[in-house]
């Protein structure tokens, strides 16, 4: 492994620009369930995406599906983040785009700025209402339960993206153009398994990115990895970047 990191690290070194691809692997640590890895309480093997994550599982049951993000929620409002974000949170040249709908990256200190949340945010709200999406911040602790958008009178929902929508446009834009030019992506805790975010790593590679990833078991993610460090966020993520002169800009 020591190996492994110093040649890591030697890629983070050469590389002008970083971007960190991260997954729900990285928010394990503080406490924040994954979706589907191997541990037993990952939440797609005890609760059904379908039901809870989709257009059609809202519509058919609002109240459900609000009172299971609402559980979420006060889960989240407690959450800390790990070592793992500290040691990125310490670098505030890189830019993030996460597939994390949680604050733990904001929480460690990288500036809201330069993370772009492609599966949108538990910490707001918004219309169900395409034409209409009014949106509020949600307390985390106390969040409010099933009720209209003051706008316009249809639902309102957790701002997140469900299976089958579009991923928010400008984020995904964007997310895209930082993968088309940074020189090394970085990819934490992620199954690499759910499209079109996890195509941002093929599209790193096809433009030129060093891929190094960190995951605590291979995934589809490792036959595209340059260098893949096999451990848990929260050990590798600072054994990978404190006290590492990185990235001179
Ligand atoms: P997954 O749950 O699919 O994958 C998490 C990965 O992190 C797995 O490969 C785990 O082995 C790994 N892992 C777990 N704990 C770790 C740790 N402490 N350190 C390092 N790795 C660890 O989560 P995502 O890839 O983020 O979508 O899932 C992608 C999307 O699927 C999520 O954004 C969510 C879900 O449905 C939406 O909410 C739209």
């Not at 691809?21 to 928010?27: D, I, Q, V």
């Not at 979706?35 to 309480?41: E, G, N």
């Not at 257009?55 to 800390?80: L, T």
């Not at 890189?94 to 904001?106: G, K, M, P, R, S």
Request: with cysteine.
């Amino acid at each position: 492994m020591e190996n492994l990191l110093s040649q890591a690290r030697a890629l983070l070194q050469g590389s002008a620009t970083v971007t960190v691809f991260s997954g729900a692997g990285l928010s394990a640590e503080s406490g924040l369930s994954t979706f589907r890895d191997k541990q037993a309480d990952a939440l797609w093997s005890r609760f059904d995406p379908a039901e809870l994550a989709s257009v059609q599982g809202f519509e058919k049951d609002p109240g459900h599906v609000i009172e299971w993000y609402n559980w979420r929620r006060k889960i989240h409002a407690d959450a800390q983040p790990n070592a793992g974000h500290r040691a990125l949170a310490q670098r505030d040249t890189f830019l993030h785009v996460t597939q994390n709908v949680d604050n733990l990256l904001e929480k460690a200190g990288v500036p809201a700025g330069n993370i772009h949340h492609l599966h949108g945010t538990i910490t707001r709200d918004r219309c169900h209402n395409p034409s209409c999406c009014h949106e509020e911040a949600v307390e985390l602790a106390n969040p409010a339960p099933m009720r209209q958008c003051p706008l316009c009178g249809q639902l309102m929902r957790p701002a997140v993206v469900w299976f089958g929508e579009n991923l928010p446009e400008s984020t995904w834009i964007q997310s895209r153009e930082l993968c088309r030019q940074t020189d090394c992506l970085l990819v934490v805790g992620t199954s690499a398994t759910v499209y079109p975010a996890a195509g941002l790593i093929h599209l790193a590679r096809q433009h030129g990115s060093k891929i190094i990833v960190v995951n605590n078991e291979t995934t589809g993610a490792s036959e595209l990895a340059d260098i893949e460090l096999i451990g848990s966020a929260g050990n590798i993520l600072p054994r990978l970047l404190d006290n590492v002169a990185i990235c001179p800009q």
